[in-house]
């Protein structure tokens, strides 16, 4: 029976982010102060000369005849001969640092000392590798564009595929995750003293690929529970259960694929393969970065940004809703206001109306005597002429 876990991962979000932040300031204070980052003639320019020997001789003395031979500051590395029939064969590699690359005269000098200072180890040259330090810068450029493009398509590919919960934010915390894995990376090739060459570009898109498969998973499983749980539940709730249920799945694949790489780098270090170690314990810690990011990181931090965007809509929807309402309200006080207006502009006529017809009524009152006192004038002057006429005639 498949064991149920009930980690609440969305709760201890901090918590994680805080281990995060502490492992990589400490590897940064010793990548500045202790061990400097070492980048390999691929992305700066240089020559790497890989001589074979026989016999066992003390890594010390070897390092310090081939310096004196030359001005230029070189990077040593050793390793077992396995294509060589003889046991007892070893190679050293000679990685000359710099702008520019040395001279067949300067590569004969360090030559001819080794073999002067060790005439029984037989010193021969196996490979001789000239780099010109523009080819280095633009392939490393290359490969940046490359872990550009592939962030842009993942963002993509997530925003189209899980547009249902809200894809392009699920999309930027994948590859917020993803940046998380690549500091781990670089910081396991500083304090480990790798130098950055192309095994850190291939453990770089594998770590990101394993990792961003993770979370899509996650993400899948956030889709389905949203549909089986509904709407009420909360964000929190629907990851914490996907996360639970992709815990055991994710636990058993990681712990798989870390044997599987775990050998590689223990039959590397019993043969003192450098090539193969700097390839597969980054890539080992970087499965674990990728596993812990999908779950501990992205997931959590897509939570946070969902709620934070929850609540800004909610606040937009809540100040819309105010000043919607606050207009509707102004209206009703608009309508009120003119309503009022209106009757009191009613109530004015009305009274002006009334008013003027009182005046009217007064002025007819006041009409009337003066009609009575001229009727009587002009009666009174009538008597005077009749009176007059009738004198005339007498």
């Given amino acids: 029976m498949r064991q149920k876990f009930h980690i609440n991962f969305v709760k201890n979000s901090k918590i994680y982010f805080c281990i995060s932040i502490v492992l990589m300031l400490a590897a940064l204070v010793v990548n500045i102060f202790f061990i400097p980052t070492r980048v390999d003639i691929q992305f700066t320019g240089g020559t790497i000369i890989k001589y074979s020997y026989s016999g066992n001789l003390k890594e010390k003395q070897i390092s310090d005849v081939a310096q004196k031979a030359t001005k230029d500051t070189i990077t040593f ?30 590569q004969d000098t360090v030559t001819d000392a080794l073999t002067k200072a060790f005439p029984k180890n037989t010193f021969k040259v196996e490979q001789s590798t000239v780099v010109d330090a523009s080819k280095g810068a633009n392939f490393f450029f290359k490969c940046l564009a490359a872990v550009i493009l592939a962030a842009v398509l993942i963002i993509a590919y997530i925003g189209i595929r899980f547009k249902k919960i809200g894809g392009i934010s699920a999309g930027v915390m994948a590859i917020v995750a993803l940046v998380h894995d690549l500091i781990i990376v670089y910081f396991t090739f500083a304090v480990f003293n790798m130098s950055l060459n192309d095994n850190f570009i291939a453990v770089v898109l594998m770590v990101l690929g394993y990792s961003v498969n993770d979370t899509i998973v996650i993400y899948d499983r956030i889709r389905e529970n949203r549909r089986k749980m509904g709407p009420k539940a909360s964000t929190a709730d629907v990851t914490n259960a996907s996360i639970n249920q992709c815990f055991p799945r994710t636990i058993c694949t990681s712990i798989t694929t870390l044997a599987a790489i775990g050998s590689v780098l223990v039959v590397s270090l019993i043969y003192n393969i450098d090539s193969i170690i700097s390839f597969a314990l980054p890539m080992m810690i970087g499965l674990v970065s990728g596993c812990y990011s999908s779950i501990c990181i992205a997931a959590p931090l897509w939570v946070m940004w969902k709620n934070h965007s929850d609540k800004k809509k909610a606040e937009k929807n809540k100040k ?47 009409a009337e005597p003066e009609t009575d006192e001229s009727e009587e004038t002009s009666a009174a002057q009538g008597d005077d002429e009749t009176e007059t006429d009738e004198t005339d005639a007498d």
Avoid: C, W
């Avoid at 003889?86 to 067949?104: E, R, T, W």
């Avoid at 919607?324 to 309508?335: L, P, Q, T």
């Avoid at 206001?337 to 003027?356: G, M, N, V």
């Fill in 320 to 366: 819309e809703k105010e000043a919607k309402d606050e207009k509707k309200s102004n209206k009703k006080k608009a309508k009120k206001a003119e309503a009022k207006a209106s009757k009191k502009s009613a109530d004015k006529a009305k009274e002006t109306a009334e008013t003027e017809v009182e005046v009217e009524a007064e002025t007819e009152v006041d």
């Fill in 77 to 106: 590395t050793f390793a077992e001969n396995l294509a060589s029939s003889d046991s007892n064969s070893h190679l050293v590699s000679l990685q000359f640092m710099g702008n520019k690359a040395i001279s067949v005269d300067e």
